[in-house]
């Protein structure tokens, strides 16, 4: 579309084009509030985390053993930290794991589903996938299906993709592989249809937000600008109420962690808060992704 042109000279065809490519379509949060959630719940509550572990830095080439431990540190220590937390307030999770890190650990991907949680898609080594032509894309992502079925036994039916970047050949990649439902894009609070050129596709959107997310609070870059700018104690109430506001409303609050950010010490502290706080209202349903996407697909 005119490569050496600026978007400020684009047609109105050509920045529709781009603009409706992929778009929110219904909602499908039920009318009735009664039946909205499973249960009768008045919140739904959708816990993640995305199991990058080494990835992020083998993807940019950065293999020095420095950058390989601080990775190391989310599969050896965080996740142990995260799976008794889970299981404390019993509270099934979805784990979005590069295949990779499957690869690398062969029995952490089966440990998750023995432990009643959900495995999904999370690229193969975290790649940039806008980066990427269609034929890359599609590969890995089929590739990093095949590796998490054949570790689980279960075959994946859900997408989060690495970064949350979604090219303009994502959509169709999911469709063609038959993913039930996305995990990447933030056209709502609630959970919505795709649509691809204003076509119905099927496939379920369970939002994220930067906001409930721990790495734009926690992150570190020792050689960056990128430094950790709030105490978790503060994080704790953004998250407490986002999860009230979303109750309030009754509606979904997701929430989207990593085990080498949250996994440690003064940071785990502030999950275990969290999680009493919902379990203390008494009225949530607490789901995997999958899960929720299977109770929604009763709107489209």
């Known amino acids: 579309m005119g490569t050496d042109r600026q978007p400020w000279?684009?047609?109105?065809?050509?920045?529709?084009?781009?603009?409706?490519?992929v778009r929110a379509g219904r909602s499908l949060v039920a009318p009735d509030r009664a039946q909205r959630w499973p249960g009768g719940a008045a919140v739904a509550v959708a816990i993640s985390f995305d199991s990058d572990h080494e990835t992020p830095a083998l993807r940019d080439g950065e293999t020095?053993?420095?950058?390989?431990?601080?990775?190391?540190?989310?599969?050896?220590?965080?996740?142990?930290?995260?799976?008794?937390?889970l299981r404390r307030h019993e509270a099934p999770a979805?784990?979005?794991?590069?295949?990779?890190?499957?690869?690398?650990?062969?029995?952490?991907?089966?440990?998750?589903?023995?432990?009643?949680?959900?495995?999904?898609?999370?690229?193969?080594?975290?790649?940039?996938?806008?980066?990427?032509?269609?034929?890359?894309?599609?590969?890995?992502?089929?590739r990093s299906l095949d590796v998490l079925e054949a570790q689980t036994g279960v075959r994946p039916v859900g997408i989060r993709t690495p970064s949350w970047d979604f090219s303009a050949d994502t959509?169709?990649?999911?469709?063609?592989?038959?993913?039930?439902?996305?995990?990447?894009?933030?056209?709502?609070?609630?959970?919505?249809?795709?649509?691809?050129?204003?076509?119905?596709?099927?496939?379920v959107e369970i939002p994220v937000e930067w906001i409930r997310d721990d790495a734009p609070y926690l992150m570190m870059d020792r050689f960056g600008g990128l430094r950790p700018h709030m105490p978790p104690r503060q994080l704790l109430q953004i998250w407490i109420d986002e999860y009230d506001a979303a109750r309030a409303e009754g509606g979904l609050f997701?929430?989207?962690?990593?085990?080498?950010?949250?996994?440690?010490?003064?940071?785990?502290?502030?999950?275990?808060?969290?999680?009493?706080?919902?379990?203390?209202?008494?009225?949530?349903?607490?789901g995997t992704h999958a899960d929720l996407a299977d109770h929604v697909r009763a709107q489209l």
């Open 94 to 142: 979805s784990f979005y794991i590069p295949a990779v890190c499957a690869l690398l650990r062969p029995d952490e991907a089966p440990g998750y589903v023995e432990a009643g949680h959900e495995v999904a898609v999370h690229g193969w080594i975290h790649e940039r996938n806008t980066a990427l032509p269609r034929e890359a894309e599609l590969d890995l992502v089929a």
């Open 9 to 21: 000279q684009w047609s109105e065809p050509e920045w529709r084009a781009h603009v409706e490519h």
């Open 254 to 286: 997701q929430l989207t962690l990593h085990p080498h950010i949250i996994g440690h010490r003064s940071r785990i502290r502030i999950l275990d808060d969290l999680l009493a706080h919902i379990r203390a209202t008494g009225d949530a349903w607490i």
């Open 171 to 203: 959509l169709s990649v999911i469709r063609e592989l038959g993913l039930a439902y996305d995990s990447s894009l933030m056209a709502d609070s609630e959970p919505y249809e795709l649509l691809e050129r204003g076509e119905r596709t099927g496939v």
């Open 64 to 85: 020095s053993p420095g950058r390989m431990a601080q990775g190391e540190y989310g599969a050896r220590v965080a996740v142990p930290r995260i799976m008794e937390l």
